[in-house]
């Protein structure tokens, strides 16, 4: 898994994964930061940890590389992105690309990027959400696997509305990456589809 920040949604899978009958286990922890609660979480159930800071590399495609080799070293069979603000680059996608999954805290299309429950806000929808779908090179454009609806209420502010998001968000996570790690997937041009090897449909 990779994380950037509190980790609530790795958490969440951390205990899902506990039970031998999830049929998933998370081999390791990464992040783009030091000193975040994402990685505290993963040290206190002893699972390796990695950092890979940007500003440690020469440009970004040399992170990308540099990302792509860490990942590959645990031999992953799924990716999962939760909370990390940084885009998954060709050198990751060519390794990565049709199973690595993300999840968005707004109803794609709709509200793309950093700022989701703050756009949804702005915006005065009365119902917004979150998406779990798989890694595309573009801002949250990847095939949809699930997404969750949840209520706008009056006297929402950015942060009441994204912790009611965040509750349903880390529901369907864990879900959702269950169900795809015990069955595998497949994408039927945008539609992710349980059963068949997902390995065999990576773009
Ligand atoms: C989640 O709501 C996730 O969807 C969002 O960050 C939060 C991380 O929470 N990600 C994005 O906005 C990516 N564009 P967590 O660190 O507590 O799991």
Redesign the pocket.
């Known amino acids: 898994m990779l ?9 969440a899978l951390i205990d899902a994964s506990s039970a031998a009958e999830y049929g998933a286990q998370i081999v390791a922890v990464g992040a783009d930061r030091d000193g975040i609660e ?1 990685l505290a979480r993963a040290e206190r159930h002893g699972i390796p940890t990695f950092v890979l800071p940007t500003s440690q590399f020469e440009d970004r495609p040399a992170w990308d590389v540099a990302l792509a080799d860490k990942v590959a070293s645990y031999e992953p069979d799924l990716v999962v992105l ?4 940084k885009l998954a680059g060709p050198a990751f996608l060519a390794l990565f690309g049709g199973r690595t999954l ?4 707004a109803l794609s299309p709709a509200f793309p ?4 429950p703050r756009d949804a806000l702005a915006y005065g929808v009365k119902i917004t959400g ?1 998406t779990l779908f798989v890694v595309d090179e573009g801002v ?1 454009t990847g095939p949809i696997v699930a997404q969750v609806a949840v209520p706008v209420l009056d006297g929402d502010d950015e942060s009441t509305l ?1 912790e009611r ?2 509750t349903s ?2 529901a369907m996570l864990v879900e959702w990456v269950g169900a795809l790690a015990r069955n595998g997937f497949h994408l039927d041009d945008r539609a992710v589809r349980l059963g068949g090897d997902t390995h065999d449909h990576q773009p």
Not at 82 to 85: C, E, Q
Not at 113 to 116: A, D, F, R, S
Request: charged share 15%; no cysteine.
């Open positions: 994380v950037s920040g509190s980790g609530t949604n790795l958490q994402g939760a909370g990390f603000m993300n999840t968005h805290p990027g950093m700022h989701g979150a949250d994204h998001i965040k968000e880390r």
